[in-house]
């Protein structure tokens, strides 16, 4: 089977890490870039050896035919971007998050849907190495049918030196980061009937919230908590690690610092380390997160040579955007929001 091409739109701070996955994915290259930005387009595509560089998304698009769009921008402009990859007959996977609104994103996927064209959302976390390690226990009955669990992800890095923008937003950390863990609660637990969710804003510097913490009833009757700081100072720094705590019947998981995860059951308790494996490009401590950027480059180039739905299709995502959504309005009005109904 001939190799995928495909074309990305926007050069920025973390597009640079999908530039490299691609380059590192099977059965598909990217052959054109664009941005705005003439020096970040001449950046990226004098790092990765891209000759065919453009500043306008529809002429790139047009000028090169591409099987597939990366849309890498923020999220403003992802609905036109991926209208426009429709219009063109093209398959799009698209940055989080997916889209400022449900109407925008249930649009997106109705225009992909109505061109036959595939639609995936980078939702990366859930494919990080250890995330899908725990997955695996869960799967095959290692700690029996799970009843509570909890994802937590508490730092105090400074994440604003390398994106500025996320201190000027309204909306910050459920947005940004929330919606990473929320996704990974469905990945490992199911999807959710109700939650609640309590925010704050401890750095006076910026405008959105840096702290929630949201409650979710699973449609399988388990509880799962997910908790998410960017203000929280601990002896040992844990970004960009998810930790994660899952309760079953026959015995639990703790997914620990240091990508130390321990199975207990009646016959004891076995830690494995399940550290992702050192991308030849990657750097610690983002190395967790590279991993995982190249990880669904390779599905989403997988499941378009064999004709299947991606993990994190944009029809899936809706699900996850509605529980961003959902805490939103629950810390606005202090109550309980039926998800079903966002």
Known sequence: MAELRGVLIGCGFFAINQLHGWRDAKGASIVAICDRDPVRLAIAGDQFGIAHRYADAAQMIAAEKPD???IATTVASHRPLVELAARHGAAAIC??????????ARAMVAACQSAGAPLMVHENFRWQHPIQALRAQ????????PFWGRASFRSAYDV???QPYLAKGERFI?????IHILDIARFLFGDVDRLTARTSRVNPDIRGEDVATILLDHASGMTSIVDCSYATRLAVEPFPETLIEVDGTEGSIRLNQGYQMTVTDGRGSRTHDVSPPMLSWASRPWHNIQQSVQAIQQHWVDCLREGREPATSGRDNLKTLALVEAAYQSAAARQAIDVSAI
């Open 174 to 178: 459920i947005e940004d980061l929330g």
């Open 95 to 104: 940055q989080k998050p997916f889209a400022l609104t449900m109407a925008d």
């Open 138 to 145: 869960i799967d095959k009955g290692a700690i029996g049918a």
């Open 160 to 162: 604003f030196s390398g």
């Open 68 to 70: 597939f769009v990366d």
